[in-house]
């Protein structure tokens, strides 16, 4: 698979692997298929994998640990900190500071099983501590070897450009689809602008946008998403027509909706690199074949018209899940 780069100096393949609904959050979890779908990344190419301590907590990074442990594959890590989770539930409250950052990290590091983190994401921004105080403390970490790269999450523009003046910030992961362009209204053109790498999470709108869930019926018991506004049954009937135009292209284009979404955001940049989720071999196999798609400008336009007219009904997330989004 082709590279790209991501700050100065990191180099991944250009679709990274969301790791995260191998724990939790889209359905039952399958460790076995999980650790086989981690495989098959590596045969692809895919060698930027991404997780969170929260995920699971703690089951997503203890999965990735024993695969690293099995198969000693080059693959770049990031994960995550800052996201305080109450045992079995989603309720959270955020932490920023110095102190939790080294005690986040040194657990990350074990259930990982690796010496040194590739990308150190803060999950979520709390307003009430200066991301002056948290970049310090990050800065630490990075001396003392504990991790090499600093990235932010749903991070507003005016809070990267301080957090950057304190230390080059290699990547933003913020939610970043066809049906989710609020980053385009500052923060991709801050990254632009400051060199600083972009990673769209939910790119595939956690599964809408490939034309799948078109009911709430058809998600599992416990699936996170039924909770989403965006998923409620009210707003379905009004999201299901993106999904549809998005097919319809995809038609055109001799490619797969999924394929289709993830080759748009390949083409809004070159420090782009997407992280669809997935559980299973064949949608990994569908979406590793989406960075050999270019998209001509014309394609691009008429895709991004035909798209942005429609409403999107519901927010992303519930009010819990707002918590420190764009902050
Ligand atoms: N920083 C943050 O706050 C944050 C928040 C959310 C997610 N993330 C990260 O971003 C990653 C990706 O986001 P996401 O998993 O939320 O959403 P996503 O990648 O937009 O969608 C994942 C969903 O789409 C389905 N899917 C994947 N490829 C498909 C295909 N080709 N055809 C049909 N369905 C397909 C998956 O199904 P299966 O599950 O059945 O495979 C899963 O239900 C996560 O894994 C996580 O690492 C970060």
Sequence with gaps: MNKRTLGNDLSVSAIGLGCMGMSEFYGPRDDSESLRVLARAVELGIDFFDTADMYGPHHNEELIGRFLARNKPQVRIATKFGIVRNPGEYRR?????????????????RRLGVEQIDLYYVHRINPDEPIEETIDGLVSLIK????????????????????????????????????TRDVERDVLSTCHELGIGFVPYSPLGRGFLTGRFQDTAELSEGD????????????????????????????????????????????????IVPIPGTKQL?????????????????????LESATERLPVVGERYTVEGMKGVNA
């Design 93 to 109: 409250s955020l932490d920023n500071s110095a102190n939790y950052a080294r005690s986040a990290c040194e657990a990350s590091l």
């Design 144 to 179: 003392a070897g504990k991790i090499a790269r600093i990235g932010l999450c749903e991070v507003s523009a005016d809070t990267l450009r301080r957090a950057h003046a304190i230390h080059p910030i290699t990547a933003v992961q913020t939610e970043y689809s066809l049906w």
């Design 224 to 271: 996170f998403r039924t909770k989403l506004p965006r998923f409620a049954e009210g707003a379905l009937g009004t999201n299901r027509r993106i999904a549809e135009v998005i097919a319809e292209m995809a038609v055109q284009k001799g490619c797969s909706p999924a394929q289709l979404s993830l080759a748009w955001l390949l083409s809004k940049g070159p420090n």
């Design 282 to 302: 064949r949608y990994l196999d569908e979406n590793a074949a989406a960075a050999q798609i270019t998209l001509s400008i014309e394609e691009q336009q008429q």
